[in-house]
């Protein structure tokens, strides 16, 4: 068989999902020298864990968070190796601080997982004692480092794979950014007139800032009343990124600003 050059291999690598979870699976599962596995040692010290609540041990937390991993499933898609490494990641991490074993044990899979998360495009984010895995969005990630700390990780988490299908986390995150643009509208409508219009038509309309769906309610819109949860949580997508495109609107109007100081500057100075 022809030898190629390593350069060739890394630059046609196509990432095989299933292949990734068993070696994940492998990690978590196989005996090492000490005589445990990395899923024995989670067991044994579970009740440890910031996020035990009232569950007796890991099996518990498995069976009532109705959580199974096979060793070596039929079918790997993406959100079933996300959840994977996710699952892994915050056990082992909590796990670490709290055992004595050599540090390799350890720092093995985490390594392992920031690697492979970053070759399917995802990042991790942490909310208190949990990592979160969400997919990379830099104009989300821009967005976030203009927002105060709690409605920051509002913005990322909204990508994290629980929020697809939960259209009341969503439309709560939503509010909460309509509510953070009110005060912008006037700077907007400067900006870009019918963008401004849309976005707010939208964020009043979409059963969003007002109860839109009630036949009773003062706001009632037919429309987004009968309209499929599919269809609803598709345009609450796009409302996001509506949003995300009006933050930083605004930044980069400050930024003309800027510039155009400067430039006035360099010409004076000539």
């Given at each position: 068989?022809?030898?190629?050059?390593?350069?060739?291999?890394?630059?046609?690598?196509?990432?095989?999902?299933?292949?990734?979870?068993?070696?994940?699976?492998?990690?978590?599962?196989?005996?090492?020298?000490?005589?445990?596995?990395?899923?024995?040692?989670?067991?044994?010290?579970?009740?440890?864990?910031?996020?035990?609540?009232?569950?007796?041990?890991?099996?518990?937390?498995?069976?009532?968070?109705d959580i199974v991993f096979e060793i070596e499933p039929e079918n790997v898609d993406?959100?079933?190796?996300?959840?994977?490494?996710?699952?892994?990641?915050?056990?082992?991490?909590?796990?670490?601080?709290?055992?004595?074993?050599?540090?390799?044990?350890?720092?093995?899979?985490?390594?392992?997982?920031?690697?492979?998360?970053?070759?399917?495009?995802?990042?991790?984010?942490?909310?208190?004692?949990?990592?979160?895995?969400?997919?990379?969005?830099?104009?989300?990630?821009?967005?976030?480092?203009?927002?105060?700390?709690?409605?920051?990780?509002?913005?990322?988490?909204?990508?994290?794979?629980?929020?697809?299908?939960?259209?009341a986390r969503k439309q709560a995150t939503l509010k909460l950014l309509a509510d953070?643009?009110?005060?912008?509208?006037?700077?907007?409508?400067?900006?870009?007139?019918?963008?401004?219009?849309?976005?707010?038509?939208?964020?009043?309309?979409?059963?969003?800032?007002?109860?839109?769906?009630?036949?009773?309610?003062?706001?009632?819109?037919?429309?987004?009343?009968?309209?499929?949860?599919?269809?609803?949580?598709?345009?609450?997508?796009?409302?996001?990124?509506?949003?995300?495109?009006?933050?930083?609107?605004?930044?980069?109007?400050?930024?003309?600003?800027?510039?155009?100081?400067?430039?006035?500057?360099?010409?004076?100075?000539?």
């Amino acid at each position: 068989m022809e030898r190629r050059p390593f350069t060739e291999i890394l630059a046609n690598e196509k990432l095989d999902l299933k292949l990734e979870y068993i070696r994940l699976s492998v990690i978590f599962n196989a005996t090492d020298k000490d005589g445990y596995s990395l899923r024995e040692l989670c067991e044994k010290h579970f009740l440890e864990m910031p996020f035990r609540g009232t569950y007796l041990g890991l099996k518990d937390f498995e069976e009532c968070n109705d959580i199974v991993f096979e060793i070596e499933p039929e079918n790997v898609d993406i959100n079933y190796l996300v959840n994977f490494c996710e699952y892994i990641y915050n056990l082992v991490v909590h796990l670490k601080e709290r055992t004595h074993f050599e540090r390799s044990k350890f720092s093995n899979p985490i390594v392992h997982i920031r690697t492979l998360i970053e070759k399917i495009g995802y990042m991790m984010i942490q909310h208190e004692d949990i990592y979160l895995l969400v997919p990379k969005s830099q104009p989300a990630i821009v967005v976030s480092e203009m927002l105060p700390a709690d409605l920051s990780y509002k913005v990322i988490e909204y990508n994290h794979h629980s929020m697809k299908g939960d259209l009341a986390r969503k439309q709560a995150t939503l509010k909460l950014l309509a509510d953070q643009l009110e005060a912008k509208q006037k700077e907007l409508n400067q900006i870009d007139k019918q963008f401004k219009s849309d976005l707010f038509c939208l964020l009043n309309s979409m059963n969003i800032r007002h109860n839109n769906i009630e036949p009773t309610a003062k706001e009632y819109k037919k429309a987004v009343a009968e309209m499929p949860k599919e269809e609803l949580e598709q345009w609450y997508d796009e409302i996001y990124d509506m949003c995300l495109y009006a933050f930083m609107t605004l930044d980069q109007a400050n930024r003309n600003a800027k510039v155009k100081a400067l430039k006035q500057k360099i010409e004076d100075r000539n």
